[in-house]
């Protein structure tokens, strides 16, 4: 059977945890940060986790990460 093909924007910006969920970075850093506060961006560094209704999708995106 052939390989399944990775998507290459998915591989890009999720990434699983130990425990198999699968994190993501928050948006909204980059533009017109100036209007927003230093807490508002501060916390916008942390990542954060996917929906576990889309958590299955973007797991089939990547099906050979582990």
């Known amino acids: 059977m052939p390989k399944q093909k990775t998507h290459s924007s998915t591989k890009k910006r999720f990434w699983l945890t130990g425990?198999?969920?699968?994190?993501?970075?928050?948006g909204g850093?980059?533009?017109k940060?100036?209007?927003?506060?230093?807490?508002?961006?501060?916390?916008?560094r942390q990542?954060?986790?996917v929906d576990s209704?889309?958590?299955?999708?973007v797991k089939s995106m990547m099906?050979?990460?582990?």
């Open 19 to 26: 425990s198999g969920k699968v994190n993501r970075a928050h």
């Open 29 to 31: 850093k980059n533009h």
């Open 33 to 44: 940060a100036e209007t927003k506060n230093r807490k508002r961006k501060r916390n916008l």
């Open 47 to 49: 990542c954060a986790l």
């Open 53 to 57: 209704t889309k958590e299955a999708t």
């Open 63 to 66: 099906p050979y990460k582990k």
